[in-house]
């Protein structure tokens, strides 16, 4: 019978019956004990009647303590408590107390989903928080293993190439490793480390922001500008912190960001140039007139905390001019396309994506509306609410044969067709969600709260979804790391002998991999997704996935001599090795990691919030300055 045509709810039904029962009950008993009949009997005690009289009283007992309606009105209408329990009956019947018998406590009633989530809880080990601690040490180990590669043949480089054991400028020579990696060896108490490098950034960054040629205004500000920041305000907390004195590396980030600036003041629109020339000060376009949309839309947290500081606001005014006028751009659902011109202001092309070019923008929406809730930026919480629902709606499928959730792309733009290809990169979005759901509590105290929406249970959802998605990427294949590109096998698009080679993978038919996108970067996106999972839902698969992905790693990138390598293709064994260790694995990769297994009021979501490079910068608010 469907509950439409219930004229009660089934509690009601069962609190009528319940009613019933005991009204027949006393009926019974008074029938039987006040008819005249039974009044003579009884007078003439007949030893028959006597054992009958037991024996109702008997049954009465019973039929009052184990009514098991009674049990569920009492737990509904008492809420689940005892206490009301018990006046129920106190207040109903003299005497019945002391025969009544606590019903047993039930557990409050859990969605499906929590009853998943509460079983694997039960299931972790009992003895898994010192596992956790020591497999926290072996990402310690690796971090060491690879600042020692770095350190011993790339110092002052910006990325270490561990096999030809050299340093190389990839990113305009700020030495950025040495920056990218520091709040990583703060967080994990590495004072030798963190003395290593403040020593180096305080002897010789200076020089080299005053000297350097060109840099990319995005990687520098969210690698150098974010590093430095962060280490600032780290070292600020920790008062026995080795290394030089937090203000230097405040001065240093204030330095850079001043010739940055020009990027963005020498443009005719609000759209920053992509290129700056450090001894210059001068600002270009990149080749081509064009910058990346999530380039230009990635440097607000970082201004913002750098004006906070200084209490100079020139550095937020610059960057939040960027999202104040991409707030007046037309859009497609929220989505918006990947290129765009620093000098007209507007979108070229209609190329959508969450991968490369398009990434961060739907990152920092949500990232700059938390850093600062209490201010007038609302709008950025509305824009990343709509592009959120348009994702589901124009992105968002499922693979075949076995249903795995995937983000593609409309590289034509919405009137064009579909591409079921998703980068690695794309695997932030999982933890994006689930932050832009909860606003960093836990999903148990936000349920309490009763804080989350429809929409927010239906994003934190989707990210979990997607975030299994992101860790099959990886363990569909040979060597248990994720390619930079995979495509699914999903409506319209089908494609064999492509696989990531692992045959017991469930997945291994609903993944395709091709020939040119089996390279891995040791990207952290996935790992930073399930770190943030990991937090919100405190569901410990998140951390058992994590802990594969490091093993994966230890296995085929580590290299003897120091540092860790970049592979060529994941899907064959032995792997082919590529000769880069970026920045971003010191900075990035190894500190979710880290994070990943330990305490959640280690760099708690509530008071930080991660630049995209996984620079912590603190979450401000009005009453305090940090
Ligand atoms: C990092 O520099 C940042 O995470 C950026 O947002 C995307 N690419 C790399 C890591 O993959």
Known sequence: MSSKTLPYSMKDVQYDNAKFRRRSLF?????????????????????????????????????????????SITSHVSNVGSEKGDMFFINGGIGVRRFWRKPPKLPPRLSPDEVINSNNKSMAKPDMGSEWTARQESVKKAFIHA????????????????????????????????????????????????????????????????????????????????????????????????????????????????????????????????????????????????????????????FNYLSYLTGDPKYSF????????????????????????????????????????????????????????????????????????????????????????????????????????????????????????????????????????FEDLENLKLAEDLAKTCFEMYAVTSTGLAPEIAYFNSEGYSENGLDGGNKTSEYIHDIVI????????????????????????????????GWSIFEAFEKYTKVDSGGYTSLDDVTVLPPRRRDKMETFFLGETLKYLYLLFSDSNVIPLTEFVFNTEAHPIPIITKDKKQ
């Open 27 to 71: 009926q019974v008993i008074s029938h039987t004990f006040f008819t005249k009949k039974v009044k003579r009997e009884c007078m003439a005690c007949s030893t028959g009647k006597f054992l009958a009289l037991l024996l109702i009283c008997g049954l009465t007992y019973i039929m009052v303590t184990h009514a098991s309606p009674l049990h």
């Open 147 to 302: 600042w020692s590669g770095y350190k011993n043949y790339a110092m002052g480089n910006d990325e270490l190439m561990p096999l030809s054991k050299r340093g190389v400028d990839g990113l305009g020579g700020l030495g950025a490793t040495v920056v990218d990696a520091l709040d990583t060896a703060m967080i994990m108490k590495l004072d030798d480390v963190v003395f290593e490098a403040g020593s180096w950034i305080e002897k010789h960054l200076p020089e080299r922001i005053s000297h350097k040629g060109q840099v990319n205004l995005f990687e520098t500000t969210i690698r150098v500008v974010g590093g430095l920041l962060s280490a600032y305000h780290l070292s600020n907390l920790n008062p026995t912190n080795k290394g030089p004195k937090p203000s230097v590396y405040l001065q240093n980030a204030k330095n850079l960001a001043d010739v940055l600036l020009t990027a963005f003041t020498s443009s005719p629109t609000a759209i920053p140039f992509s290129d700056v020339v450090l001894h210059d000060h001068t600002a270009h376009a990149a080749p081509g007139g064009l910058s990346s949309t999530s380039e230009a839309t990635t440097l607000q947290l970082e």
């Open 318 to 453: 610059e960057a939040m001019k960027v999202l104040e006028h991409m707030k007046t751009l037309p859009k497609f659902e929220g989505l918006v396309p990947i290129y765009i011109s620093p000098s007209s202001g507007e979108f070229s092309g209609g190329n959508i994506r969450l991968g490369s070019r398009g990434d961060s923008y739907y990152e920092y929406l949500i990232k700059v509306w938390l850093q600062q809730r209490q201010s007038n930026w609302t709008y950025l919480h509305d824009m990343y609410l709509e592009a959120v629902k348009g994702v589901k709606h124009l992105l968002v499928r499922k693979s075949k044969p076995n249903g795995l959730v995937f983000v593609g792309e409309l590289p034509e733009g919405v009137d064009g067709g579909f591409s079921p290809k998703m980068d690695h990169l794309v695997c932030f979005l999982p933890g994006t969600l689930a932050l832009g759901a909860t606003n960093g509590i836990t999903k148990a105290k936000a349920m309490e709260e009763n804080s989350l929406t």
């Open 514 to 545: 091709k020939h040119a996108d089996r390279h891995n970067l040791l990207r952290p996106e996935t790992v930073e997704s399930l770190f943030i999972l990991y937090r919100i839902t405190e569901n410990p698969k998140y951390r058992e996935w």
